[in-house]
């Protein structure tokens, strides 16, 4: 008699313990693969940054650290007292500001062993934040100006008061106005404008975007979650929602980095030239709190969200101290040129004749010293105007290889 056989199948018990242990392995494994995507899609970010920031370094080495002359401007183009340039006389902005700078160092050089106006190049760097950190490089041929003193028709020196740096007339201590010399300019003249919007290859913004920042920084992150203020102030930059995050996303704003005398580093100096660049992915993870409008910049408005990186690109500015563009001794004399009839000129000359201010009176240049009137900047190779809002950072430089 042959045994019956029956088949064995898993219980429903059995069943829900094997489906519960392979959804604790399956919690397992992805606990394990999700830091693992966090950390490949950081390396990729932290990838860009470096490779970016290798390249801007690399071009900012080979231009503004060999600079014979260099202005800087963070926020906007702005003239000496902080207002914004809009540009006049026919110039648009850009070139305003080129032909300001030659003036301001260059007034009165001349070509090494001539009488000639200097001749050279003078270009401008700009970093535009608000367009993810887009650099473009503009150059122009300059031809540099020149101041004349200005004579009556009677062969006497023009005179007017002078002035303070705010415009202020000036006296001695017996209540005397105080008269100097009155100056005419011959303007710089550049020519043969040209616009790089490639120095930056441009397939490093195809994915990622860049902020830079003056100075030496680092990320301070913002804890939200805890903190209901942190959490509002986060939610007030439009773009960003903390109730959409998920639970691995932070914020955080760049801060100065103390120095071991407690106090923070500089925006730009010759000594420490730096600039932090914030790498962030092309997905709204940038934006600034709202701020008051009658208050100073405030460069910690500023808030990333997660992925982000940071580098510092750091150079000291090795030929800034240079002297340059003169036949004489010394750097502050320029050729003396006139503008009318000056005394003992010449007994042919009537009180109407005008003497060429492009030529010498005898065939050679006499030389006097240039005053801050001449050129405002003369012998400062380095100059940072005001900060004010607005969201590029301007270098305007000239590199010691002068035509």
Not at 135 to 150: A, M, N, P, R
């Amino acid at each position: 008699m042959k045994k019956k056989r029956t088949k064995k199948g898993f219980t429903l018990i059995e069943l829900i313990i094997v489906m519960a242990v392979f959804s604790i392995l399956m919690v397992a494994v992805m606990s394990i693969i999700d830091p693992m995507n966090k950390i490949v899609k950081k390396a990729s970010l932290q990838e860009a940054n470096s490779a970016s920031v290798d390249n801007v370094k690399r071009y900012m080495e080979g231009t503004l650290r060999y600079s014979d002359c260099i202005e800087v401007y963070v926020g906007d183009l702005v003239d000496f007292n902080g207002n914004e340039i809009v540009g006049t006389m026919g110039l648009d902005k850009e070139t305003y500001v080129a032909r300001n700078f030659v003036e301001n160092h260059y007034m009165n050089r001349t070509n090494p062993g001539t009488e000639d106006p200097l001749t050279g190049k003078v270009r401008m760097l700009k970093i535009d934040n608000g367009d993810g950190g887009k650099i473009t490089e503009y150059e122009w041929d300059f031809k540099s100006g020149y101041t004349y003193v200005q004579f009556e028709g009677d062969g006497s020196k023009k005179q007017i008061q002078e002035t303070d740096s705010t415009g202020n007339p000036l006296y001695d201590p017996e209540g005397n106005a105080i008269m100097v010399d009155d100056y005419g300019v011959e303007h710089a003249v550049l020519s043969n404008m040209s616009v790089d919007n490639n120095v930056i290859n441009p397939v490093y913004y195809e994915n990622y975007s860049f902020y830079f920042q003056p100075g030496y920084n680092t990320a301070e992150t913002i804890f939200y979650r805890d903190n209901e203020a942190n959490k509002n102030l986060i939610n007030s930059i439009p773009g960003f929602n903390t109730n959409d995050d998920a639970g691995d996303i932070y914020y955080s704003r760049i801060v100065p980095v103390q120095m071991p005398s407690g106090a923070y580093s500089p925006s730009f100096s010759p000594d420490l030239f730096s600039l932090t660049v914030m790498t962030y992915k092309n997905d709204g993870a940038y934006g600034e709190i709202p701020d008051d409008p009658n208050t100073a910049e405030d460069e910690s408005q500023i808030i990333f969200r997660s992925p982000f990186a940071l580098s510092n690109i750091n150079m000291s500015l090795v030929n800034i101290n240079s002297s340059f563009s003169s036949n004489k001794p010394s750097d502050k004399y320029g050729p003396i040129r006139w503008s009318g009839k000056p005394a003992g000129y010449s007994s042919s000359f009537s009180p109407s004749d005008k003497v060429d201010v492009a030529a010498p009176k005898d065939g050679i240049w006499d030389y006097e010293e240039i005053n801050t009137r001449q050129a405002a900047l003369i012998n400062k190779r380095f100059y940072a105007y005001p900060e004010t809002d607005g969201d590029c950072i301007y270098f305007v430089y000239t590199l010691p290889d002068m035509e």
